[in-house]
């Protein structure tokens, strides 16, 4: 129950700090051992007791009389590590010298959201078997450039525009699904070369951010293929913001369902 110092609960009585006749200076130490997540306490106690020595305890139990024989206290630590968010401490001591308790804490950030752990695995990508973009009629580009979209979708892009330059296809996309970016340029430029007409050689796949490029990677495609056998694409194949030139005959395939 609150003092008259403050006109209601749930205040700070910040009129009370400082003040008053007497002083007291309480502190401990905290020693890390070589023992991973083990650390021991020492504390003492400068809390006045005067009140309750000789009292029962607040469990109201017949005979639990408080009583304090030391102002020493002593504890033991050990975290363990739930995972990237959670921390679980599981504390041993001995308080006021008469007293062993137990405690155990979890310590967690509820902000923390993290991130699914992503693999990218070895794929067998398909051979193409359409003609050039330019020899395809009307109803087969739709068709193509709409499944590209769609498995683009699937894979958690968006697409805004594929672009068929002469041996190049292009893809001009946004994602927030990968915190790597390598790994999102590892996927898209699967579904581009899964899906490329048979004279293409070259990715190249376009990050778009806030409608601007902010990353453009190329790679070859026969490397592509090689390389994903294996496992996941490795950084040090891909081309960075190597822009090549428009051909003639450049098309563009927008996301209708996107603008």
């Not at 083990?38 to 106690?45: G, P, V, W």
């Not at 051979?127 to 979708?153: A, V």
């Not at 293409?200 to 902010?214: M, R, S």
């Amino acid at each position: 129950i609150r003092g008259g110092y403050t006109e209601r609960g749930g205040k700070i009585n910040l009129n009370r700090f400082f003040s008053g006749k007497n002083t007291s200076i309480f502190g401990g130490f905290e020693y890390f051992t070589p023992i991973d997540n083990l650390s021991l306490k020492l504390e003492y106690d400068t809390s006045d007791y005067s009140n309750i020595i000789g009292l029962e305890t607040v469990f109201n139990e017949t005979g639990d009389i408080f009583e304090l024989d030391s102002r020493f206290n002593y504890a033991m630590n050990y975290r363990v590590n739930l995972g990237e968010r959670d921390k679980l401490d599981l504390s041993l001591g001995f308080v006021r010298g008469n007293t062993v308790y137990a405690n155990l804490a979890v310590h967690s950030n509820l902000n923390f959201i993290g991130a699914p752990k992503i693999i990218m695995g070895s794929e067998q990508l398909r051979e193409s078997s359409l003609e050039s973009y330019t020899s395809l009629n009307q109803d087969w580009k739709k068709y193509l450039t709409d499944t590209i979209i769609w498995e683009m979708g699937n894979a958690g892009f968006v697409t805004h525009n594929i672009i068929y330059n002469d041996n190049e296809i292009a893809a001009e996309i946004s994602q927030a699904r990968f915190q790597k970016t390598t790994q999102a340029l590892d996927l898209a430029s699967r579904i581009l070369a899964n899906n490329a007409p048979k004279n293409i050689n070259q990715i190249t796949v376009i990050n778009i951010d806030n409608g601007l490029e902010t990353l453009r990677s190329s790679i070859d495609k026969d490397s592509l293929v090689k390389a994903v056998r294996a496992g996941a694409l490795p950084e040090e194949l891909l081309v960075f913001n190597d822009i090549k030139t428009l051909d003639d005959n450049v098309a563009f395939g927008e996301n209708d369902y996107l603008y």
